[in-house]
C-alpha cells in the first residue's frame, strides 16, 4: 500500500524556474525521506527530515514537513536540465517500526528543458 | 567505496521457471532491503536482511524468498514466476537497521517474465 501520495505527477518546466513537489501521508511518522530516481535506474538520497523539524535545506532544495496536515514539499530552486528526474517520498511503514521498511509514493516526474 | 551493485542487471524468464537475483551492499553495510518497482504499483517493500536476520517482509506471496550471506551479500529468489512479477528489483544497503536510515540503492535488476 501507498503511504505517500505525490502531487501533482508530473511537472514540466524551464531550466531556471523552481519546481515545487508534495507528498501526502495517511500514518504519523516519525521521519520523511525524499529520493530522486533518474529513468529507471536505482534511487538516489536527497534529504530527511525528522517530524519535530519544519523545514531544511540542501544546497538547493528545500524541503517542508507539516505534520498536522500530514504532508511534505520539496523545492528545488533554479532548475537544471540535470534534475530531470522523478521523485519520491518515503516513509517508515509505522511509527513503532522495527528495522527498515520504506513505504514509497508513486512519485513525481519532473521534466526540466534548456 | 564502491555502490551497490546487483547481478544480472537484465534478466528474461518463462512463466513459472525460478529466478535468482544478487546484491552487493557497499562495504561495512550490514542491512540491505529489496524493493519492487512497477509501473502500476510503484515502489514496493520486500524485505530487509540484518546480520543474516529477516528484519521486516513486505505484503508478498511466499514465492518471493530472500536471504543474506555472513558478508553482508544477499539474494532473492522467485520461484514460479508469473507475467505479473516482471519489474525492476532494486536493492538498497545501509550501515544498520532501523527508522530515518539513508538507503544507498543499487542500479536494479530488470526481470522480463514472458
Known amino acids: 500500500s501507498q503511504q505517500g501520495e505525490e502531487d501533482p505527477q508530473a511537472l514540466s518546466i524551464q531550466e531556471g524556474e523552481n519546481a515545487t513537489m508534495n507528498c501526502s501521508y495517511k500514518?504519523?511518522?516519525?521521519?520523511l525521506q525524499w529520493y530522486r530516481q533518474n529513468s529507471g535506474r536505482g534511487l538516489v538520497h536527497l534529504i530527511l527530515?525528522?517530524?519535530?523539524?519544519r523545514e531544511k535545506h540542501s544546497g538547493r532544495l528545500r524541503v517542508t514537513l507539516d505534520t498536522s496536515k500530514k504532508s511534505s514539499s520539496l523545492l528545488i530552486t533554479a532548475s537544471r536540465a540535470a534534475d530531470t528526474a522523478s521523485y519520491f517520498c518515503?516513509?517508515?511503514?509505522?511509527?513503532?517500526?522495527?528495522?527498515?521498511?520504506?513505504?514509497f509514493g508513486k512519485g513525481t516526474t519532473l521534466s526540466v528543458s534548456s | 567505496k564502491a555502490g551497490v551493485t546487483q547481478t544480472p542487471r537484465y534478466l528474461i524468464k518463462t512463466r513459472g521457471q525460478q529466478v535468482t537475483l544478487s546484491c552487493s551492499p557497499i562495504?561495512?553495510?550490514?542491512?540491505v532491503s529489496w524493493y519492487q518497482q512497477t509501473p502500476g504499483q510503484g515502489l514496493q517493500f520486500l524485505f530487509e536482511?540484518?546480520?543474516?536476520?529477516?528484519?521486516n517482509k513486505g505484503n508478498f506471496p511466499g514465492r518471493f524468498s530472500g536471504r543474506q550471506f555472513s558478508n553482508s551479500r544477499s539474494e532473492m529468489n522467485v520461484s514460479t514466476l508469473e507475467l505479473g512479477d516482471s519489474a525492476l528489483y532494486l536493492c538498497?544497503?545501509?550501515?544498520?537497521?532501523?527508522?530515518?536510515?539513508?538507503?544507498?540503492f543499487g542500479p536494479g535488476t530488470r526481470l522480463t517474465v514472458t
Open positions: 518515503a516513509t517508515d511503514g509505522t511509527a513503532n517500526q522495527a528495522g527498515t521498511a520504506l513505504i
Open positions: 500514518t504519523s511518522i516519525n521521519n
Open positions: 562495504s561495512g553495510h550490514r542491512s
Open positions: 538498497a544497503s545501509s550501515p544498520y537497521t532501523g527508522q530515518a536510515v539513508e538507503q544507498y
Open positions: 536482511y540484518f546480520s543474516e536476520t529477516q528484519r
Open positions: 527530515i525528522r517530524s519535530n523539524e
